[in-house]
């Protein structure tokens, strides 16, 4: 995707843990933005590098966070995504601060995104329920009975709620959930 500057002025906060988020859900998404203009804050658990895995088992790069869920706000941002990657996403569902964000952005009316297995913080969050989605295809249970319709897609846009909702299965539909995002962020300016 060429650079336009269509997303200047934007700015997107990532939530992620420490350790185990899926290399390129975290990575791509975030090169993406920046290349359209948008600024992205990463938001981790504590100020210490993000230790990033391949297929949740080998190491990935390092990723520096920019703040952490506890300082982190979702004012002044436009939108939230939340990464994938086994041990990130189930660590993140449980995150006081991270439920706190995603639930500020959809009340807000801002858009949420999610990859992989990142749609289980819409489940605890209580952000599935009444919408089409989709997710790493193991999560499909936890999503229909949080009242979610899954959809087998390589990326689901939702607009029928309070807020847009930008969901993806894997790392292959990692082009088609940057391209997503950055088309709602630009519908939306």
Same mark, same amino acid.
């Given at each position: 995707?060429?650079?336009?500057?269509?997303?200047?002025?934007?700015?997107?906060?990532?939530?992620?843990?420490?350790?185990?988020?899926?290399?390129?859900?975290?990575?791509?998404?975030?090169?993406?933005?920046?290349?359209?203009?948008?600024?992205?804050?990463?938001?981790?658990?504590?100020?210490?590098?993000?230790?990033t895995?391949?297929?949740?088992?080998? %190491?990935?790069?390092?990723?520096?966070p920019?703040?952490?869920?506890?300082?982190?706000?979702?004012?002044?941002?436009?939108?939230?995504?939340?990464?994938?990657?086994?041990?990130?996403?189930?660590?993140?569902?449980?995150?006081?601060?991270a439920?706190?964000?995603?639930?500020?952005?959809a009340?807000a009316?801002? %858009?949420?995104?999610?990859?992989?297995?990142? %749609?289980?913080?819409?489940?605890?969050s209580?952000?599935?329920?009444?919408?089409?989605?989709t997710?790493?295809?193991?999560?499909?249970?936890?999503?229909?009975n949080?009242?979610?319709?899954?959809?087998?897609?390589?990326?689901?846009v939702?607009?029928?709620?309070?807020?847009?909702?930008?969901?993806?299965?894997?790392?292959?539909?990692?082009?088609?959930?940057?391209?997503?995002?950055?088309?709602?962020?630009?519908e939306?300016?």
């Open positions: 995707m060429p650079p336009d500057g269509k997303l200047d002025g934007l700015n997107v906060l990532v939530l992620t843990t420490n350790y185990g988020t899926e290399q390129d859900e975290l990575r791509r998404p975030v090169a993406v933005l920046r290349e359209n203009g948008a600024r992205v804050t990463v938001a981790a658990e504590k100020d210490e590098a993000v230790r895995l391949v297929s949740d088992r080998r %190491p990935g790069a390092d990723v520096l920019d703040t952490t869920l506890a300082r982190a706000t979702a004012d002044g941002y436009d939108a939230v995504i939340v990464p994938g990657g086994t041990l990130n996403a189930d660590r993140l569902r449980t995150d006081p601060d439920r706190r964000l995603v639930s500020a952005f009340e009316g801002r %858009p949420v995104a999610a990859i992989c297995h990142g %749609p289980w913080l819409l489940v605890d209580g952000l599935a329920e009444g919408r089409e989605l997710s790493y295809p193991s999560l499909r249970p936890d999503l229909e949080a009242g979610g319709t899954w959809r087998d897609r390589e990326v689901v939702d607009t029928s709620g309070r807020h847009p909702l930008i969901t993806s299965r894997r790392p292959r539909d990692l082009d088609a959930f940057a391209s997503a995002i950055v088309h709602v962020l630009a939306g300016t």
